[in-house]
DNA sequence: CACATTAGTGAACAAGTGTACACATCAACA
DNA sequence: TGTTGATGTGTACACTTGTTCACTAATGTG
């Protein structure tokens, strides 16, 4: 599994990495493959699931951090993109999963998303943040922003990790897509929407 | 061209496709390729080039079906989801190519949003909608569209072409998104934003 | 210690891959 | 009509690929 993030991670794209390249990589014969997965697919799915446990650290981290401050979305934005970087290959896996070709993985990112939004709107709903939202809106609003968030990823991932300055940008940018979001959920139902 | 994206559509990665896969899906032989790209990457490329003339009919439609209608936003995603159905192929080779393999085919890409975007933008300046925006708000606001509405469209792709409910609900989704951003722009900075 | 399970090995095979080269076909135009 | 440029063909070569099978090394548990 590492082997194949690490290729990921190079530029490669998950569907198009063989077993032999994968084993290769790891300093393995190709046939040790076999004794883990039953092929590429079964690969991407493990993948997922440790994607999760990433996902959840990210989010325990983001909550420990940013409980009590003003600056919620700036804070998120930023615990996220420091995990965008530090897991950069796992973060690739999963930009490219959303639109890979395995369904199933696919079905899995998809859903490790689902269940960060939701998660997402219980905290606010803790916080006490938008609480003249319907439970549907609420989710509405969450789902927009987790979205809003996986898109940013592209856009992460697209300039080298090392270009401070690139990153800032983005970072600046998808805090004020946030924040956008944010007043129009805050006037969401009030006005004529 | 025609048969990378008809396996593309049949739910393969256009990274992980070949030479020979696809001339024989053309039903030519291999060494014919070369008479027409250099490698799979070229002819990437030059499907981005063909998307962005998808793209500026899409548009075209779009703004001779929605000038004088109230519900702009609803028009405009339902113009989107029927585009993307008919050019079912061309849409998954860009969901793909967001975060594919080559380099130059997702920063095409890439660029095919910003111009979808700033074109938005024009529009909108025209039709003196968002009057109160900046020029660089009001770019923020059109990135955040394009962006949304991109990634309905893994929505939109992950489910049958034939399965009307399931499509009504992304495109009634998609629209209450559009909308609460569209809500979030209108009280841009009038607010503590 | 002995034993069972797990992980890794090496050789083999049929099939598929990218690419090179010389040759054939065909449309368009002088 | 003859020539030319674009497109397609057939053969060939050196690799790479997925998967099989029988075998070995290491691990931890009774």
């Known amino acids: 599994m590492g082997a194949a993030l690490a290729l990921v991670g190079k530029g490669r794209h998950f569907a198009s ?13 190709p046939t040790s493959f076999y004794r883990h997965f039953r092929n590429m697919d079964d690969l991407g799915l493990q993948l997922v699931d440790e994607l999760g446990l990433v996902l959840r650290r990210m989010m325990r981290e983001a909550r420990a951090n940013v409980l009590q401050s003003d600056k919620l979305i700036e804070e998120s934005v930023g615990i996220f993109v420091a995990h ?3 897991n950069r290959n796992f973060f690739m896996f999963m930009a490219q999963g959303l639109a890979g070709e395995s369904r199933a993985v696919q079905e899995g990112i998809r859903s490790e998303m ?23 809106d609420l989710d509405l ?22 270009d401070d300055y690139q990153i800032g940008q983005i970072r600046k940018r998808t805090t004020r897509f946030l924040q ?3 007043v129009g959920a805050g006037h969401w139902q009030s006005d004529g929407a």
């Open 84 to 86: 965008a970087r530090t």
């Open 141 to 162: 609003t969450c789902d927009l922003v987790v979205r809003t968030v996986a898109f940013s990823l592209t856009d992460l991932l697209s300039v080298s990790p090392d």
């Open 114 to 136: 689902r269940f960060f939004a939701s998660e997402l709107a219980n905290d606010l709903r803790r916080l006490r943040l938008m609480d003249h939202l319907s439970d549907a």
């Open 180 to 182: 956008m979001i944010f």
């Open 17 to 29: 990495l063989g077993i032999r390249e994968v084993t290769r990589q790891a300093g393995v014969v």
